[in-house]
């Protein structure tokens, strides 16, 4: 699963790369050709609604997604992880007061909430990446502190502590490098995640502006013309999104195998 992920999501990232040099029209060129014209040898995507070249768009359309996945996942990893590991070693009330916090967060539908903070915020990759990230901040929390909880009562810990070592080494050297594969595979999963929501938020109409292509805005217009007969227009951007969600799915449950020696026997 991890091999077959990680060739999904590299295929796409190089796919994104190199989209300036075999892109073969201007993705936000309209007029490039017939309007809603359907798959042929001259546009083997078809063309949008605005007479747009399908194959350029859906070249272009992963920067997007990618940008705010990696992005918020950065500020979830920055902000979720230490949070948790400091709260869970210190206990005390300054752990019931963060566990308070991020369980009422994550009680509420993690859409809604991007929805909410994006509209607040405006379009942009920054203002999606931190929308997104607010939601999957208690994911890494939880994770991170459920393990600290475990490890800091394990002998090794206690032994630290016994000989005097200092509360940050015995957190940064005994404690953290146990939950970095908890770590690795939640992050992983996680920019599953982000793409599937930062699909739904520019399908709304809240992610960058419109000139700019991207795969869930060609969704939205693709929904529009769906009755119409233009199957393609939405078809080929919602396949790139599955792919990209699935690729970076495999890997995170791959891992999860490989770094579980229970899931391994």
């Known amino acids: 699963m991890v091999i077959l992920g990680t060739i999904i999501v590299s295929a796409l990232v190089i796919m ?42 859906i070249l272009y359309g992963g920067s997007i997604m990618l940008q705010v996945s990696a992005l918020s996942v950065l500020v979830c990893f920055l902000i979720g ?4 590991l400091f709260s869970s070693y210190v206990g005390g009330v300054f752990d019931r007061a963060c566990s ?17 903070i994006s509209a607040m915020l405006g379009r942009g990759v920054v203002n999606m990446a931190l929308s997104i990230a607010v939601v999957y901040i ?3 929390f ?16 206690e032994a630290a502590r016994g000989i005097g070592a200092k509360w940050y080494t015995i957190l940064f050297r005994y404690v953290f490098p146990n939950v970095i594969p908890s770590i690795v595979v939640v992050t992983t999963i996680n920019f599953a995640d982000a793409v599937l929501t930062a699909a739904g938020l520019t399908f709304i109409g809240l992610g960058v502006e419109i000139h700019i292509p991207d795969w869930g805005r060609d969704l939205t217009s693709g929904w529009a013309y769906l009755s119409s007969g233009a199957w393609w227009i939405i078809t080929f951007p919602g396949v790139m999104i599955i792919l990209l969600a699935l690729g970076f799915t495999l890997i995170g449950e791959g891992l999860s195998e490989l770094l579980n020696p229970k899931l391994q026997r």
């Open 100 to 116: 308070l916090v991020i369980d009422a967060v994550y009680a509420f539908p993690g859409l809604v909430i991007a929805i909410a």
């Open 138 to 140: 208690p994911s890494y």
């Open 81 to 84: 992880v230490p949070l948790g």
């Open 16 to 57: 994104t790369a190199i989209a300036p040099w075999i892109a073969p029209h201007d993705p936000a060129k309209t007029r490039v050709g017939p309007i809603r014209e359907p798959p042929s040898p001259q546009f083997p995507m078809g063309t949008t609604h605005l007479g747009q070249d399908m194959l350029s768009r």
């Open 142 to 157: 939880r994770v991170v502190r459920s393990q600290v909880l475990s490890i800091k009562e394990l002998t090794y810990v």
